[in-house]
Each structure stands twice: as structure tokens, then as C-alpha cells.
């Protein structure tokens, strides 16, 4: 084999690059993922991980530098100096918004897989027939039962710590035994489900951070700073995780500093070659060669690459001839709640850091309950002891200090509403010609907001939680709704979605491109809609079950 | 408690929102000479005040802390022009209004004197946001509905008007103090890698909260 030729190309190194290698390695394939960024090693590569807040010299507060050198970053919490170096720097990275939209990119080995939530919920039976009911988008070409299996495979690998609860609408998983409610959760709980009757529930946020040693991972230490990288591999990442399975394979090539330019296609054989890429410190040109190609580079950047392929064909790109690519951008809305204060557990406190909280799944538009818009959310929070009791105005010394320096009297309980976001057509991301980066390529343009159907639903989000925890006998509730703008919920979805029918549609029901059967894209740009729950996990059971297919079909000489 | 909730507790206490907070979003002029020159005699000026309003008890206060030193740093780094500008001027006017009300720098008077001082400059930096508060929403709504007319790319994040100086202080200390070595070990309790969670653990009135 020449030096530059390969069984099977990933592109990205995020959660579903990593399980890509992984899992096309593990089967025999010789490998190169590439990586846009710099490479960031486990535990090493972890600069923050394990300083104290007093090490850090603004204490993690944004400087002024920082607010110039990320003007999008700084929309929202993730701009802060603990976690500076995860993030890519908006100002090298621009990008056009025609509509704001909130684009939080990390640029490196293992992508956002480093500084994700790590919530993990399968999407439900209904997830994936909604759209054909509602006559909404285009149909999903699967339904549950064929990722069912899939979501078995790659939680029993990842680790998801969760408890069993029957619900048809958050299917139960292959769990590790479930972190605990607190004391003022389990009240809530017990009121909350006596006064719904059994109709909404409230359980611990299932999410992948290991309560169990777990390969050569060490469970979680309840340090609560998975977002800086956790030594102990406590959390699923690209590094943690898949990297190290696919390393140990001995079949597989990293390589950083790689930006993909474009698919190589060949247009007699209808199949691309290879890729071409830029590196991105010494500005060469390299093409990789391989039989099989997967697009893995986070969604919008997936879709920008097959935009810049095959071009002399189809002028809008690869996989662009049924009009779709680039439509149908997706996220899940949110940041709107309610919060207030229980009375009551003053002689209770807590002992470490719980890296989830709790999650009330979906309600709403299911069974016999029908609104007046279409799909619904589920609500992630939790409950705290928050730090001071109440001290008289203005006072300064001893009596403040003592004040600051015990927790609250009351405990405080807050919930977050996340919303499915419809996938409608004219919301789009395409190429500004006009604009281009410092490697002199194109930058996406954005074209996206939200419309009434998510407008109707927040009133929802809202209200439903102030009157859930009133119910549940929550003191001092106050709603709220601190505005959302499109990309917030770092959850971009679809623009290069699955289907039925090639003309509707850009990938098949195995994630193939209908133009280039080959090539595989099974990051959130393959999403048909986007459920209401958090979508990683479906990312990881997507890319598995389409490498297993992938093999497969090498296997028969029909790639 | 996380530094978030921490930034929460010190705005509630304080009145204001807390600058270099992840909800402060103002995006602003940034000054390539520092517009801030921080003397060796204003930092132990901002220990001591700091000390007044956190002291040393049973545990250490904010001059072990180091409190002037960070707010060195923070006000250097963190703060717009316009925030330096109040706070660098706010120096200044601490100790003028000090003269005039103890007849005597903040430096020579003794910790009865500070205090009693400091309390006096609670009630007006409490007044002036108050007033601040209120002279901004009208400019809040101003700004907002001028805001609907342009497109999104034109509109500008509001600006609110500086808080008073000192209550930029008394929030850099309490942030400083709280987030502080001896802050997080011996006035609160700190363990960097609890190991475990329990969700249920029994609380004796008194006892010190989590640093985190």
C-alpha cells in the first residue's frame, strides 16, 4: 500500500470520529482519522484539570482579551478561563450570520467530546415515526428497533451511569448502577409524582460519567469538573474512551493539523477516492486515499466539506442534488425554567460534587395529552445547598463573614426546559464565497431561527415548570426565560439529513450519501429531526451501527 | 457551590452584578495601555479595606488572602475603561471622604474607625445604585426598543452604568476572599476529589459550607 492510501478515512475526532475509528479499526481496518486541531493528550493534555480555583488568576472570570478574541464565545457561560483552551478562538474562525446564530466550536483532538454535557438518552418509538405522522420534513429511515441494539452496544462501551424506569418515552438503557437523588430530590420526586399521578416523572440525569471502574478508566470522583478533562477518565471522551480502543488495535493513524478541503470523488465509479487535505500549520496539500470515507467533523463543518466536493458535478456539492444539503439546521432550545426554595431539610447537607442533576422526561403531545403546537421537551435541574444566610443590611465584618460562610437555611431547586426544535427547510447554512478564512477557504453562512411552533412550546416550558413545582410544594417559585438564540443548545443538527427517497433527502437509512455510496456521514448532520433529548448518544449508536454496515459491504465488494 | 452561584451569592449580597461574571456580556472598547496604574500604597490600602469587611477570626481574613493583589489583577484585566475609570477615581474619593469624615487617611484609623466608615459608605454606595438602577432602566428600555428598529447585527449590548466604587470593592473582596486558598480551606471546607457522592448528610447548625 502506498503511504498515503487506507482502508477507511475518518474525518474529526469528536464523539462520533472517535467512535468511528474505533469501531473500523476493531474490525480489521487500517485507519487515518484526521483532525483539524491540534492534538490534546488524555490526562496530559489536561492543563486545568487539576488546579484549584485560586491557581487560576482571574479565578476563571473572562478577561477583556478574552471577550475581544471570542465574540461569539462570550454569548454564553462557556466562555470562562478554566476552560479557555477547549474552545476554538472565534476570531481566527470567523463565520457570517445573517441571523445570529450561536456557534461554540472546539477545534481539536477529541472535539467537543471534551467539554460536552455527557447526558444520555435514547430517543423514543415516537421520535422517529413523528415526522411521517405529522407530515413534517421527511420520513426517518429507521425506526427505534433498528437502533435499539445499537444504543445497547455503544452504552454497555461508553458507560452510562442511570436508573431503569419502564417509560415508553425515555426507553431504559444498558446502565451503570445510578448516581443518587439528594435528600430534597427524592421529596420533590415523591410530591411531584403523587400529585401527576404517575403521568411525569422525575429521575437522576442519565449521563456518562462511570460509577464503576470501567476498562482502564477509574470511576467518577464526584469532582464536578468534567469540562476541564478528567484525569481519571471518568467521563466518555474521543480520549478517555475510543482512542485508546482504537489505538490498541494497532490500525490506526492520527493525524492533527488536517483540515478536509473536499471529498475526492470519482464520477464514473460514483464513489469518492479519498480526501484532500490542508495542513493546517504548514499550508501543504495532501490527499489520503481510502475505500470508504466517513464524515464525522461536527455537524455544520460535515456538511461544509461535502459542499466543497464534487463541485465540477454539482455545483452546491456532494450530496446536494436533492436540495437539501445545508437545510433543515437544528438545535434545542432552552435556557427558560422555573426555580424556587424548599423549606425544611436544614439538617441535611450533601458530600461531593454530582457531575448530572436530575431530568423530568417529556410530557407533553404524548399519549392523551394534545397542545397546540407539535413534539415537546423534557426538563433537566436539580437541588443544592446553596452558600450565606441572610444577614442585615449593609453589614461588613465578622457578621458577614460568618454570614458567607455557612450554607443556606433552605435548599434550592431549579429546572431547565429543553425543547425540540422542528426541522424546517429555509432554515440554512451555506457558503459566503465572499468570506474566507486564514487558509482562504469559504466560511458557512447562517440562516436560522426559530418559529412559532418553538415560540408556542416555550409558554409551555415555563409555565409548566413553575405550576410542576408549586405542586411539588417548592417555595418562592419564580419562572423565567433568559432568551435563547439559535446554536446555544450546542446541539446543531441536521443539513445533511437521512431519508427514504434521494430525491428528499442526502444520506440513506445506512448514513450512505445517495451520490457517493461510500461515504458515510454520521454526526448530528444525518439527524431527520431532533427529539427533545440530548442527541450524542444517538451519534455514538448511528456511527456504530453504520460502521458495522460498512464493513459488511466491503466485505461483499460492494463499496 | 460553583463559581457561578458563588458570583450569584456576592450580586445578591452586594446589589450588582459582578464583573468578569459569565453574564456580563458587554462587549467593550479594550485599551491596549492599561488605563490603571495600581501603587504598592493602593494595594495595601485595598488589604486593609478588604480585611474591615472580611476580617481575620478563628480563620484568616482578606490581607492573608491577598485580596489587593487580586483585585489588581482583576480590575486591570478584567474591567472595562469605563469600570477603571470609576474604580481608579473611587480610590481617590475613598480617601478624601475618609478625611473628611474621620480626619484622617483610611491607613490611621483604627479598625473601629474603618469600620464605622466603611458602613457609612455602604449607605451611599446602597443609594447610588439604587438611583443607578432606576435611571437605567429607563436607558434599558431606551436602548431596547431602539434596538427592535435595527437589524441584529447593528443592535449593541446595553451598558449599564458602573456601580459605585465601592461596591466594586466589597464584590472583588468577598469574590477574592471566597475563592482564595485560605478562603476555600479554613473559612470554608474544600476537598478537591470527594470520591463519592451522598446525597444525605446530616448538618449540625454552624458547621462550615462547601467551597465548591
Known amino acids: 500500500m502506498p503511504d498515503n492510501q487506507y482502508d477507511a478515512i475518518v474525518i474529526g475526532s469528536g464523539i462520533s470520529g472517535g467512535w468511528a475509528a474505533k469501531e473500523l479499526t476493531e474490525k480489521g481496518l487500517k485507519v487515518i482519522m484526521l483532525e483539524r486541531g491540534r492534538n490534546i493528550e488524555h490526562i496530559k493534555g489536561y492543563v486545568n484539570a487539576m488546579k484549584e480555583s485560586w491557581e487560576f488568576p482571574h479565578r476563571g472570570s473572562r478577561t477583556q ?81 433498528d437502533l435499539a441494539p445499537w444504543y445497547s452496544y455503544v452504552e454497555k462501551f461508553a458507560g452510562i451511569q442511570g436508573s431503569k424506569e419502564g417509560l415508553d418515552v425515555l426507553p431504559d438503557g444498558e446502565f451503570m448502577p445510578a448516581m443518587e437523588l439528594n435528600c430534597v430530590e427524592k421529596e420533590v420526586k415523591k410530591r411531584m409524582e403523587a400529585y401527576y399521578k404517575g403521568s411525569r416523572h422525575l429521575i437522576i440525569g442519565r449521563s456518562a460519567n462511570i460509577t464503576q471502574p470501567h476498562y482502564a478508566r477509574t470511576n467518577c470522583q464526584y469532582r464536578n469538573r468534567c469540562w476541564r478533562g478528567c484525569p481519571f477518565g471518568g467521563y466518555f471522551s474521543t480520549q478517555s474512551s475510543t482512542l485508546p480502543a482504537a489505538m490498541n488495535t494497532g490500525k490506526l493513524t492520527l493525524r492533527p493539523f488536517s483540515i478536509v478541503t473536499k471529498i475526492l470523488y470519482d464520477k464514473d465509479k460514483k464513489k469518492a477516492t479519498g480526501v484532500e487535505v490542508l495542513d493546517a500549520e504548514t499550508n501543504q496539500t495532501y490527499e489520503y486515499k481510502a475505500k470508504i470515507v466517513f464524515v464525522c467533523a461536527s455537524a455544520l463543518n460535515s456538511t461544509w466539506i461535502l459542499m466543497n466536493s464534487a463541485t465540477d458535478i454539482w455545483p452546491d456539492g456532494l450530496g446536494s442534488s436533492s436540495g437539501e444539503l445545508g437545510h433543515n439546521v437544528m438545535d434545542h432550545h432552552f435556557r427558560c425554567g422555573a426555580s424556587g426554595t424548599v423549606e425544611g431539610f436544614s439538617d441535611k447537607y450533601v458530600y461531593g460534587r454530582r457531575p448530572t442533576g436530575i431530568y423530568i422526561p417529556r410530557f407533553r403531545n404524548i399519549y392523551n395529552d394534545k397542545r397546540d403546537y407539535l413534539r415537546g421537551f423534557g426538563y433537566q435541574g436539580g437541588a443544592g445547598r446553596g452558600r450565606g444566610v441572610e444577614v442585615a443590611e449593609m453589614t461588613i465584618g465578622t457578621d458577614l463573614k460568618e454570614a458567607l460562610s455557612v450554607p443556606s437555611d433552605n435548599w434550592g431547586f431549579g429546572i431547565t426546559a429543553f425543547g425540540e426544535m422542528l426541522p424546517y427547510h429555509e432554515n440554512k447554512v451555506t457558503l459566503d464565497k465572499n468570506k474566507k478564512d486564514k487558509w482562504g477557504l469559504p466560511v458557512l453562512s447562517f440562516d436560522v431561527e426559530i418559529k412559532e411552533n418553538e415560540k408556542k412550546m416555550r409558554a409551555d416550558m415555563i409555565n409548566d415548570a413553575k405550576e410542576m413545582l408549586e405542586a411539588a410544594g417548592v417555595k418562592n417559585v419564580q419562572a423565567n426565560d433568559w432568551g435563547y438564540h439559535v446554536g446555544m443548545g450546542i ?42 433529548v440530548n442527541p ?21 465488494g460492494n463499496l | 457551590m460553583d463559581r457561578r452561584e458563588l458570583l450569584k451569592l456576592i450580586a445578591l449580597v452586594t446589589g450588582g452584578t459582578v464583573i468578569g461574571g459569565e453574564l456580563f456580556l458587554s462587549g467593550c472598547k479594550l485599551s491596549d495601555k492599561p488605563a490603571v496604574n495600581f501603587t504598592e500604597d493602593i494595594i495595601a490600602l485595598l488589604d486593609e479595606v478588604g480585611e474591615t469587611i472580611i476580617p481575620a477570626t478563628a480563620t484568616p481574613g482578606s490581607k492573608a488572602a491577598e485580596v489587593g493583589k487580586f483585585i489588581k489583577v482583576m480590575v486591570t484585566d478584567c474591567y472595562t475603561e469605563k469600570q477603571q475609570s470609576v474604580f481608579m477615581q473611587g480610590i481617590k474619593e475613598l480617601e478624601e471622604t475618609c478625611r473628611k469624615a474621620q ?15 466603611l458602613t457609612g459608605l455602604e449607605k451611599e454606595a446602597k443609594k447610588f445604585n439604587e438611583n443607578r438602577d432606576k435611571t437605567d432602566e429607563v436607558r434599558r428600555k431606551e436602548h431596547e426598543k431602539l434596538n427592535e428598529g435595527l437589524a441584529w447585527k447593528d443592535q449593541k449590548e446595553f451598558e449599564g452604568t458602573p456601580s459605585h466604587y465601592y461596591t466594586m470593592i466589597k464584590q472583588l473582596t468577598l469574590f477574592g476572599f471566597f475563592s482564595s486558598k485560605t478562603g476555600m480551606t479554613e473559612t470554608l471546607r474544600h476537598n478537591p476529589s470527594p470520591g463519592r457522592y451522598d446525597g444525605s448528610v446530616p448538618y449540625i447548625k454552624g458547621e462550615k459550607a462547601w467551597a465548591e
Not at chain 1, 78 to 105: A, G, I, M, Q
Not at chain 1, 493 to 503: I, S, V, Y
Not at chain 2, 103 to 117: I, L, T
Open chain 2, 103 to 117: 480626619s484622617k487617611s483610611f491607613m490611621e484609623c483604627n479598625a473601629e474607625q474603618r469600620h464605622e466608615f
Open chain 1, 65 to 145: 482579551q478574552m471577550i475581544k478574541d471570542y465574540p461569539v464565545l462570550k454569548r454564553d457561560y462557556p466562555l470562562n478561563e478554566t476552560v479557555l483552551d477547549y474552545w476554538c478562538k472565534d476570531s481566527e474562525h470567523p463565520y457570517t450570520e445573517v441571523k445570529r446564530f450561536d456557534w461554540y466550536r472546539g477545534y481539536h483532538v477529541g472535539g467537543r467530546s471534551l467539554m460536552w454535557g455527557r447526558q444520555s438518552y435514547r430517543f423514543n418509538k415516537w421520535d422517529f415515526e413523528a415526522n411521517a405522522k405529522e407530515g413534517i420534513a421527511v420520513d426517518w429511515p429507521i425506526r427505534y428497533d
Open chain 1, 491 to 532: 446541539h446543531e443538527m441536521g443539513t445533511a439529513r437521512m431519508g427514504r427517497d434521494p430525491k428528499t433527502s442526502v444520506l440513506n437509512g445506512n448514513n450512505q450519501v445517495w451520490e457517493a455510496m461510500n461515504v458515510f456521514v454520521t454526526d448530528g448532520a444525518c439527524m431527520t429531526s431532533a427529539s427533545c
Open chain 1, 536 to 556: 450524542s448518544l444517538t451519534y455514538m449508536a448511528l456511527t456504530a451501527r453504520a460502521a458495522d454496515f460498512a464493513v459488511n459491504e466491503l466485505k461483499k
